[in-house]
Nanobody
Framework: QVQLVESGGGSVQAGGSLRLSCAAS????????MAWFRQAPGKEREGVAT????????NYADSVKGRFTISQDNAKNTVYLQMNSLKAEDTAMYYC????????????????????WGQGNQVTVSS
């Protein structure tokens, strides 16, 4: 089991930027799907970005494409979510998630579940 510790949430005005960090307790630099999810009050949880650590391939939800970037630092066992041009509708609790995977195809958060989760970090964007 991987323990994930998140940091970096907070409040920002629309158009601003925030960076979330997710530090893993074990090496996740290969054969892991790393993902960021978010859940706003009254809405379903949404997978916003995924990264397959073996080849650094990434995918994004249409709602964040071009504004958010997921990246990894293998030396620190840390995954980041850089969020730019934030909008009020980005307000949510953001969660980091991970799972061991032999294929990037299994990273799709709309089809497959994740095994390990962070504690969540609130992001609030005011308009």
């Amino acid at each position: 089991q991987v323990q994930l510790v998140e940091s970096g949430g907070g409040s920002v005005q629309a158009g601003g930027s925030l960076r979330l960090s997710c530090a893993a307790s074990v090496y996740t630099g290969s054969r892991h799907c790393m993902a960021w999810f978010r859940q706003a009050p009254g809405k379903e949880r949404e997978g916003v970005a995924t990264l397959y650590t073996s080849d650094s391939s990434t995918n994004y939800a249409d709602s964040v494409k071009g504004r958010f970037t997921i990246s990894q630092d293998n030396a620190k066992n840390t995954v980041y979510l850089q969020m730019n041009s934030l909008k009020a509708e980005d307000t949510a609790m953001y969660y980091c998630a991970a799972k061991l995977s032999w294929s990037v195809l299994l990273c799709d958060p709309s089809k497959y579940t994740y095994d390990d989760w962070g504690q969540g970090n609130q992001v609030t964007v005011s308009s």
